[in-house]
Nanobody
């Protein structure tokens, strides 16, 4: 059984930083792409960043240059460093594990965590 558990969300002021962590069990972590997704208030869930099994990364345009996704295969973990946060970055952040070694679209991610809330005060 696959488990995906996020942590690290919270309240931060505009311009601040947060680091999200996600630990996965029940699958061969090193062979899977991992992704971070966000659902803002009243919005659909969107992909924020993904990292392939070969450490190739993808970022949605709105976070490029501010967010960094990374992975530690020894720890079965993926991280999202978020800098220069704005209220537009607020929402529930989900970590997900893919079926594939490379994946950008959410349809290729069948394993999801419960999400962690990020709130950015103005």
């Amino acid at each position: 059984q696959v488990h995906v558990v996020e942590s690290g969300g919270g309240l931060v002021q505009t311009g601040g930083a947060l680091r999200l962590s996600c630990q996965v069990s029940g699958l061969t972590f090193s062979s899977r792409a991992m992704g971070w997704f966000r659902q803002g208030p009243g919005k659909e869930r969107e992909v924020i960043a993904t990292i392939s099994r070969g450490d190739n990364t993808y970022y949605t345009a709105s976070v490029r240059g501010r967010f960094t996704i990374s992975r530690d295969n020894a720890m079965n973990s993926v991280y999202l460093q978020m800098n220069s946060l704005s209220p537009d970055d607020a929402g529930i952040y989900y970590c997900a594990a893919s079926l594939y070694g490379t994946a950008v679209v959410s349809d290729h991610y069948p394993y999801w965590g419960q999400g962690t809330q990020v709130t950015v005060s103005s």
